[in-house]
């Protein structure tokens, strides 16, 4: 088998993206594309307060720098600037979406770089939405044939490289570069990739996303100018993918471009903690419904079974902080046992010390099944009297095959944006299920600002 050369798959990023305006898009996926920002604005704005975005934030207006790109709190920053803020905030609460086969948060970075550079040009709703889905399309399938597995596998946050190759290639359309300055914004920001899950449940795992989304605007806009970069660097013997992942480097490859669409394999997040915990919360949910708060308290071991990936990024115990908390499946399961909804306001301090809860997470067990999908897991609770009961978790609440719809989004969105904006929510969350079209996003800034 004859694997695409370095020059092929720079080529096919390019050509793809050079086309991004005169390509037909279906209803569908620019509905997805829309769903996919309405979430992007709502976790946004309901990490406000998280301190990653503060600090952030603080940091950066001490640079005294201007621009025409908003951020959530009404600054006005270069596009650079701009995106690292609310790139870094939209990760905060780890309530953003997923594309699970490449074990990234593709909207995080691409949406805060492309809303960013749309503040320097007259760009529509519509083209704001063809951009974002060629930067997705494009980093989607960078990150999946094993890539995205491979990469958290090696201790690498696959949304700090996936994540700001799809942002970069959204930002190399919405600036409409040529083919050769577009392959050398992806040799651009390919040099700069970084982000460890060693990070995972600290202030840092949000900063992954800012600085993908920063990078990517910081490396199309270097192309632009004329900087250059290594055009091979994603496949060559000291590339990309190779260096990162050197034993059994998966093949970073495009293909079926014009045949498919990778954004319908997105998942939209019901809870707000890492999604590896998601299918066991589902399954815990559905015991707690069927089993009742006092047949749980009678619980003396549960037992999750689930992905292999989940005992590298999930597998947090004894949680002090509400950050971990968020990478502990035993936390997150006791939670859905004990009838929670795993919302925001249960990965706060409050909540974490609960002493029902405490009790419970440390008789949850995580085990490895290399059966089950990254979106699968199996749940047993084991009774006091000796008998258990089990359920199963084929694919978890949010993802294509078992999908949130809009009226779902609305009551996350209207959870977490309400408290900041009021009644307004409802006008900016009808604005955005009916994003697209000639207009562009003033309208949408002066209701978040």
């Known amino acids: 088998m004859n694997h695409p050369t370095e020059e092929l798959l720079a080529d096919k990023i390019s050509n793809y993206t050079v086309l991004s305006g005169a390509r037909s898009y279906p209803y569908d996926v620019l509905d997805l594309a829309r769903m996919c920002l ?11 307060d998280e301190p990653p975005g503060i600090h952030v934030e603080n940091l950066v207006l001490g640079f005294m720098s201007r621009g025409p790109a908003a951020t959530f709190r009404g600054a006005k920053l ?3 600037l701009a995106s690292l803020i609310n790139g870094t905030l939209a990760h905060c609460l780890d309530y953003d979406d997923v594309h699970f086969p490449s074990l990234s948060h593709i909207s995080a970075p691409t949406w805060a770089a492309v809303l960013a550079l749309a503040s320097e040009k007259n760009i529509t709703q519509q083209r704001l939405l063809e951009c974002f889905i060629t930067g997705f399309e494009i980093g989607s399938r960078l990150g999946s044939n094993g890539v995205g597995i491979a990469l958290n596998d090696h201790g690498w946050h696959a949304t700090g490289c996936i994540g700001r190759l799809a942002a970069t290639v959204a930002s190399a359309a919405l600036l409409e570069l040529e083919s050769e300055k577009i392959k050398n914004a992806i040799a651009i920001v390919a040099t700069q990739t970084s982000g460890l899950t060693a990070s995972f449940g600290t202030d840092a ?28 660097i994603l496949e060559q013997p000291n590339g990309l993918i190779n260096v990162l992942v050197p034993l059994n480097t998966p093949l970073m490859c495009i293909e079926d471009l014009e045949n498919s669409w990778k954004i319908r394999e997105n998942a939209i997040k019901p809870y707000a903690c890492c999604g590896q915990t998601h299918a066991a919360i589902d399954a815990s949910r559905y015991l707690n419904s069927n089993l009742g708060i006092e047949q749980i308290g009678k619980a003396i071991r549960v037992d999750v079974y689930a992905h292999p990936i989940a005992s590298k990024v999930a597998a947090l115990t004894n949680v002090k902080e509400p950050l971990a908390a968020k990478f502990s499946i035993s936390y997150c399961c006791a939670l859905g046992l004990l009838g929670y909804s795993a919302n925001a306001s249960d990965f706060t301090l409050e909540r974490i010390s609960q002493a029902e809860i405490i009790a419970l997470a440390s008789k949850v067990f995580l085990h490895t099944d290399k059966n089950l999908g990254v979106t699968s897991a199996r749940v047993t609770v084991t009774f006091s009297n000796g008998s258990q009961a089990e359920h199963l978790i084929k694919e978890s609440l949010g993802n294509p095959g078992n999908p949130i719809s809009w009226e779902d989004l609305k009551v996350k969105f209207i959870s977490l944006v309400e408290p900041r904006i009021g009644k307004r ?14 207009k562009d996003i003033s309208a949408m800034w002066a209701i978040i600002n």
Not at 38 to 48: E, F, R, Y
Not at 206 to 222: E, I, M, P, R, Y
Not at 425 to 438: K, Q, T, V
């Open 425 to 438: 929510s409802y006008e900016l969350f009808d604005l955005l299920r009916d994003f697209g079209g000639a």
């Open 38 to 48: 309405a979430d992007w604005i709502c976790v946004c704005i309901g990490a406000l």
């Open 78 to 80: 270069p596009p650079t």
């Open 205 to 232: 795992k949000s900063l992954h996303s800012g600085k993908a989304a920063f990078d990517a605007v910081f490396s199309a806009q270097l192309a632009l100018s004329g900087f250059r970069g290594g055009l091979n």
